[in-house]
């Protein structure tokens, strides 16, 4: 009688909800930030052509690790970054796509994060086909969905913040 009731969540929900979670901590242990970049091409009259956007996202190592590029805990936030690109990106068949860019062993200091060091992971947004063209209205929903998802997990834009 004095039994209480658990709401009751599909197996999918319950996974997505612990994911959603697992993801919140990865972001605040690790401090994730993200920019954007335009992704560019050269064109004749000495004018890049802007055709898609780099979202960078940053995860930076505890300050007592003492990392060396490439180490085990390199891999580790890498892991986690690629964990977080796979989350946010669109799911829908649409106009643009989406290239997560491998992990390069590389460590990145940052003025506009404190010279922290940084575990790097782009994800290029561009064009499905017509690779040359201009950024278009496609792109720019993708990113922005990305960056909403970003923000959802608690990501801030450029530098950490604390709460």
């Not at 390199?74 to 796509?97: F, H």
């Not at 062993?105 to 575990?119: E, G, K, L, M, Y």
Request: aromatic share 6%.
């Amino acid at each position: 009688m004095g039994k209480s009731r658990k709401p009751v969540v599909s197996d999918g929900q319950s996974e997505n909800l612990g994911t959603v979670e697992m993801l919140k901590t990865f972001v605040n242990k690790h401090q994730v930030c993200w920019e954007v970049l335009p992704e560019q091409i050269p064109v004749v009259e000495d004018r890049p052509l802007q055709v898609g956007f780099d979202l960078r996202l940053y995860g930076t190592h505890a300050i007592e690790d003492h990392p060396l590029p490439g180490c085990e805990k390199c891999k580790a936030i890498y892991k986690g970054l690629r964990k977080i690109a796979t989350r946010i990106i669109p799911k829908k068949n649409r106009a643009s796509r989406y290239e997560i860019e491998i992990f390069d062993s590389a460590i990145r200091f940052d003025r506009v994060r404190s010279n922290r060091p940084d575990v790097t992971l782009t994800i290029k947004i561009l064009h499905r086909s017509d690779f040359d063209q201009p950024i278009d209205e496609c792109e720019v929903q993708c990113l922005n969905e990305m960056k909403e998802g970003l923000s959802l997990l608690g990501a801030r834009e450029m530098q950490w913040k604390s709460s």
